[in-house]
């Protein structure tokens, strides 16, 4: 099987690299441009092609890749909310995803921006690397003795719980569907949640149910000084409404992984480009705000499991057995 890569990064091909050899049957060939209707012509000839969580996986692309003989989309992450389902359903393209690769370090990655923007250290960095030792602007509060909400607990949610039960928070959690392994957690409504929450750390899909979830409506409901965490979909939260509770000082800190607008962006180094997005621009001026790069993936763990696994689907759709947890459609 021959599989082209889209948008690779050095980090996917060393990942990759490093255990392709284990698969005699795949040959792999790597492109640094993402996936678009232009580009999907490069796939003729090729088998399967190997997407990313930010890649364009819309009907047009998926009936570009069909013309080009693809029978085989392999996304090398476990969101699939870029793919046209009904599209590839319809040229018999098979989706396949990472349904899980690390939890705990995406987990981990919202601890660290929660612990981040409480003790500012953003701002403190910056500052004593101007040889400013000031303490001013730089309190936060401890985590202990406060109460973590978590939505979402699924096994990157019951991640983030059990961190937060390890910092001795009171852990409640809003979820349809209950994680019996997390017997410290008690159950909430969310609104109950949003009220009685210090820390808000979001680990859910996005769906037609979620979408905009955090409005203005329910940063209404939050606590004054609540830290807010997102490392699920940027448009869980509705950003404009975001920002007028941030101007309204309703928020001790924001930690961002993802957001609204954030697909120019993710992946790639705009240094010397003026911001277009104007959602950006005011996220960033923020100074209780932190954002990073959708990076909340990045450990060499988790991209050993999501290489594993990605070329594991491509040997199981060659032989005919797929993984039923792993396969989209």
Avoid: W
């Avoid at 370090?105 to 612990?115: G, K, Y």
């Avoid at 940027?234 to 941030?246: C, N, Q, R, S, Y």
């Avoid at 763990?301 to 792993?326: C, K, P, Q, Y």
Wanted: with cysteine.
């Amino acid at each position: 099987m021959n599989i082209l890569f889209y948008d690779t990064k050095r980090y996917d091909m060393e990942s990759f690299d490093a255990m392709k050899d284990q698969y005699d049957k795949l040959t792999i060939d790597y492109v640094d441009t993402d996936l678009s209707v232009k580009t999907a012509r490069l796939a003729k000839g090729y088998d399967a092609i190997c997407a990313f969580v930010s890649s364009d996986v819309s009907a047009p692309v998926v009936n570009a890749l069909s013309d080009a003989g693809v029978k085989l989309i392999l996304m090398r992450c476990a969101g699939f909310n870029n793919v046209d389902m009904d599209a590839a359903k319809k040229c018999g393209i098979t989706v396949m995803r990472v349904p899980g690769y690390s939890p705990e370090a995406v987990a981990e990655h919202a601890m660290a921006l929660a612990m981040a923007v409480n003790r500012r250290l953003h701002k403190s960095y910056i500052k004593v690397r101007e040889n400013n030792f000031s303490l001013v602007g730089l309190t936060g509060m401890n985590f202990y003795g406060k109460t973590a909400g978590i939505v979402g607990t699924g096994k990157i949610g019951a991640a983030m719980a059990r961190i937060c039960h390890g910092f001795g928070m009171d852990v409640i959690a809003y979820d349809m569907y209950k994680n019996p392994d997390l017997d410290f957690v008690r159950y909430v409504e969310l609104p109950e949640l949003l009220a009685g929450s210090d820390l808000i750390s979001l680990h859910c899909p996005l769906t037609d149910e979620t979408y905009h979830m955090i409005n203005e409506e329910t940063i209404g409901m939050m606590k004054d000084h609540v830290i807010l965490v997102n490392t699920s979909r940027g448009a869980l939260i509705k950003t404009d409404d975001l920002i007028a509770g941030i101007r309204s000082r309703k928020f001790f800190g924001i930690g961002l992984d993802v957001y609204e607008e954030e697909t120019p962006n993710v992946f790639e180094n705009r240094e010397d480009d003026i911001l277009e997005s104007s959602i950006t621009a005011r996220l960033l001026s923020f100074p209780n705000v932190i954002v990073t790069s959708h990076q909340g993936f990045l450990t060499e763990e988790a991209l050993e499991a999501i290489s594993r696994t990605t070329l594991d689907n491509a040997m199981d759709f060659l032989n005919g057995s797929v993984n039923e947890l792993n396969i989209v459609l």
